[in-house]
């Protein structure tokens, strides 16, 4: 059998700007988990925004310092162009809740777990969770809280990136971050009741 | 195990278990914290129970890229190079 000649070249060999092949492409998977989520789980609007986001990179891309935190960076971009692309839409852009107060929201998190604690000793409650309910669940979130717990806990990024990212003080990341964890640990407990995994209250 | 932990150093603990698990707090209060779980049979509970809860989201969406994407991102990107005009 012969070969087809010359061999097809990856696409991506024939990109000129350099580094952006080595450091901005292999982010590409991260940017959509990330812009889904922006989306609430919409893959069809998702894949536009990493279009979008991936375009306007390729042409900033003198304006990015090599070696600096691609992903933040990109993250930054595709933010932009999911409010950007919603507005062009006129799509439905959601309204702010207004900051919460971190200890309050620890606090708050610390009864909920109290109470999943005692009503299952033996296992955590959400151990017994599919991983859609979870997702379902986070997309739920009102944006501002659903894009730093995504950045902080699913992308694993320090408070002080996303701070970068959003353009926000260190301050109310946190605020953010930890009313998102609570308004999570409070749906997803809500929901393992619902469902019969915990009967709570049986002491 | 000592019941000699007072309720207000708890409560102090607990509203920073985040931020101690994040390691977001200065290395002085990292240990202080560290110390009072080793000893604390209220807060430890409330710890491994946060640690395992971020550890389980941390894993959760972890949806590979679509190839068909990723194709249609070099494809463009290529055109916008050529100087192609793009819809």
């Known amino acids: 059998m012969r070969l087809p000649w010359p061999w097809p070249k990856r696409p991506e060999t024939e990109l000129a700007k350099v580094g952006f092949v080595e450091e901005a492409v292999p982010e590409m998977g991260a940017v959509y988990r990330f812009a889904l989520r922006l989306t609430r789980g919409d893959e069809s609007e998702a894949e536009d925004v990493v279009q979008e986001t991936f375009s306007r990179a390729y042409r900033s891309w003198d304006s990015y310092e090599r070696g600096t935190r691609c992903r933040s960076w990109l993250f930054t971009i595709c933010r932009h162009e999911f409010l950007r692309l919603r507005e062009r839409d006129r ?83 946190k605020s953010r971050l930890y009313r998102g964890r609570r308004l999570l640990q409070q749906a997803l407990y809500e929901y393992a009741v619902e469902m019969g995994y915990v009967r709570p209250g049986a002491m | 195990m000592q019941s000699g932990t007072d309720l207000t150093q708890c409560h102090k603990v607990i509203a920073q278990l985040w931020a101690y698990i994040d390691g977001e707090l200065t290395p002085e209060r990292m240990d202080e914290i560290r110390a009072h779980l080793e000893m604390c049979h209220r807060c430890y509970p409330q710890y491994d129970f946060q640690r395992a809860f971020l550890a389980f989201i941390a894993r959760v969406g972890d949806q590979p890229l679509p190839r068909q994407l990723r194709r249609r991102v070099f494809e463009r990107l290529l055109a916008e190079e050529r100087g192609d005009t793009v819809a």
């Open chain 1, 91 to 173: 799509k439905h852009v959601e309204a702010v809740q207004p900051d919460a107060a971190p200890d309050a929201e620890a606090l708050a998190a610390a009864m909920i777990a109290q109470e999943a604690m005692t009503a299952n000793p033996e296992q955590a409650f959400f151990e017994s969770l599919l991983d859609d309910a979870v997702i379902l669940a986070i997309d739920k979130l009102p944006i501002e809280f659903r894009e730093t717990l995504v950045m902080s806990d699913l992308q694993d990024l320090p408070n002080s990136e996303v701070a970068r990212i959003l353009e926000i003080p260190i301050g109310t990341v």
